[in-house]
């Protein structure tokens, strides 16, 4: 099963990464269209990232990545992963008021300058100062040739260019020049001829023309900002669902056969089950002796919570297969069972990717049932997949990593 593209910062000028390190990625290489885990961290033409605390180094060159990349050599921008900055190092305030363009939000800037980020800490710092608003940064593409830098020709740290609408995107603005950027957008999309209205407020970075809609955005020094008010106290946790009555669900969970089930939010695989324990105290579930993460134990379960979870034959939990032409991807549907794989049945392309397939999170779960989809599980591209997702191609199960946030599906019996 690919693996998903996570929405981490991009790229870190120490590039000593083992080949069983999890920071540098690298699209299309070797397979096609996908992003996959880039063990010398030599990424060329723009198509690499870098995630888990990693971002790219200022001012990595093709020089810097051949040296650590065993003879291969780059075309252009490499990424070369450093650790990310432990803090913010600025913070912004924004003007009251739209600026008329580009230049003018320059202007109002001054000497202080529009904003620069070079880190997810100043991101945040950021999309706090720009609120609800769509504020200019400094970062450019003047030959709008895909050579975005900040003032001074400077290579970024970081970026957090939006990824649902795909940008930096190529005339997406009824092709309108687009080498400037802003924190956030509101506007039209245009995609492939096909006009989108968009608002978007979550502080990712799109790719804009000269408009007169967006607010200046101004770096100022951490010791100018003013003091953060203490953070609320958290809420207090709600209340769990009654203990299950006899012969009955409680409301909100779906009844199949002698067992409850309900889809409860999302998270990591392990994270899913101690969650599933505390929505249903004191019940049984998986096999026997606690709630928790689904346990199949046969085909006509399998077929309940398909029809039930599942929404059957939309293509909801897959991923691009460039090998037959289908480059769609919707994980929307995407669900966690609680069957994970023995950790030391395979690393890598080492050892049988269909072996220790025999766990599950419920302790009191040993169901002998499978119904992997065709070519499950696999170990895709050495990647560990040591996990099972439902609903996949031909919904059945596939192999996949088991730090995803994927939807919690929890059972309880009767």
Request: hydrophobic share 30%.
């Amino acid at each position: 099963t690919p693996r998903r593209p996570r929405p981490t910062p991009e790229a870190p000028m120490d590039c000593h990464v083992s080949a069983a390190s999890d920071v540098c990625y690298e699209k299309g290489w070797p397979i096609p269209f996908i992003w996959q885990r880039d063990s010398d961290c030599c990424a060329c033409q723009g198509r690499g990232r870098c995630a888990n605390g990693f971002q790219m180094a200022a001012g990595a060159t093709s020089g810097d990545c051949a040296s650590f990349a065993a003879g291969g050599e780059c075309q252009s921008q490499s990424t070369c992963c450093v650790p990310e900055p432990s803090g913010p190092s600025r913070s912004f305030r924004r003007s009251a008021d739209p600026v008329a363009s580009f230049a003018a939000a320059e202007a109002y800037c001054g000497d202080s300058g529009l904003a620069r980020i070079d880190s997810a800490a100043e991101n945040a710092l950021a999309a706090e100062a720009c609120g609800d608003a769509v504020c200019w940064l400094s970062f450019r593409d003047p030959s709008l040739g895909g050579h975005w830098r900040w003032p001074g020709d400077e290579l970024p740290l970081y970026t957090n260019w939006n990824g649902e609408y795909k940008q930096p995107g190529l005339d997406d603005n009824g092709g309108e020049r687009e080498p400037y950027s802003t924190l956030n957008t509101r506007g039209t999309l245009w995609t492939r001829g096909s006009r989108t209205d968009l608002s978007v407020l979550d502080g990712t970075w799109f790719d804009a023309a000269d408009l007169g809609t967006a607010h200046a955005l101004c770096n100022m020094p951490l010791e100018d900002a003013p003091p953060r008010p203490p953070p609320p106290p958290p809420p207090p946790p709600p209340p769990p669902s009654a203990p299950l009555p006899p012969g009955s669900c409680p409301r909100g969970w779906e009844r199949g056969g002698s067992k409850c089930y309900r889809l409860i939010g999302r998270a990591s695989q392990a994270g899913c089950q101690d969650m599933c324990a505390a929505a249903l105290p004191g019940a049984a579930g998986g096999g026997a002796g606690g709630a928790g993460l689904v346990c199949i134990e046969s085909r006509a379960e399998q077929d309940f919570l398909r029809a039930t979870f599942g929404r059957v034959g939309e293509g909801c939990c897959r991923w691009p297969d460039p090998f037959i032409g289908d480059f769609g991807s919707d994980q929307s549907c995407c669900t966690w069972s609680g069957l994970f794989q023995d950790p030391s049945a395979d690393s890598g392309f080492r050892g049988d990717a269909a072996a220790g397939w025999d766990l599950w999170r419920a302790g009191g779960c040993d169901s002998g049932f499978r119904a992997w989809s065709r070519g499950e599980p696999n170990q895709w591209g050495g990647l560990e997949e040591d996990c099972a997702l439902l609903f996949g191609p031909g919904e059945g199960w596939v192999d996949i990593g088991c730090g995803g946030g994927d939807r919690r599906l929890c059972e309880g019996a009767l």
